[in-house]
């Protein structure tokens, strides 16, 4: 099993920065894929973006050129920098890893979550 420890996150003004981190360890060495989510009251969970072992990103169309996904594989450590943060960022947000097999992504583990709160 691989479990992530999340760090980072708290209230910031709109227009402000943030980093979340997110620190794996067990069976790193199952790890491809790395990502976030978040999840707003009252709507949906929501995938932020994602990384993979080779470092391509993918990002929601919403925080396209705001948020900036990283990893060090050799600390174990994925991060995420939000930038020029609006209120609609304020969720919960959870880092998670996976792994393919036959073509789809499977979960190794979550992290257990961080708020961020950005105020108007």
């Known amino acids: 099993q691989v479990e992530l420890v999340q760090s980072g996150g708290g209230l910031v003004q709109a227009g402000g920065s943030l980093r979340l981190s997110c620190a794996a360890s067990?069976?790193?060495?199952?790890?491809?894929?790395m990502g976030w989510d978040r999840q707003a009251p009252g709507k949906q969970r929501e995938l932020v973006a994602t990384?993979?072992?080779?470092?391509?990103?993918n990002y929601a169309e919403s925080v396209q050129g705001r948020f900036t996904i990283s990893r060090d594989n050799a600390k174990n450590t994925l991060y995420l920098e939000m930038n020029s943060l609006k209120p609609e960022d304020t969720a919960i947000y959870f880092c998670?890893?996976?792994?393919?097999?036959?073509?789809?992504?499977?979960?190794?583990?979550w992290g257990q979550g961080t708020q961020v709160t950005v105020s108007s």
């Open positions: 990384i993979t072992s080779g470092g391509s990103t």
């Open positions: 067990g069976s790193t060495f199952k790890i491809e894929n």
């Open positions: 998670y890893a996976g792994a393919m097999s036959g073509g789809y992504e499977y979960k190794l583990g």
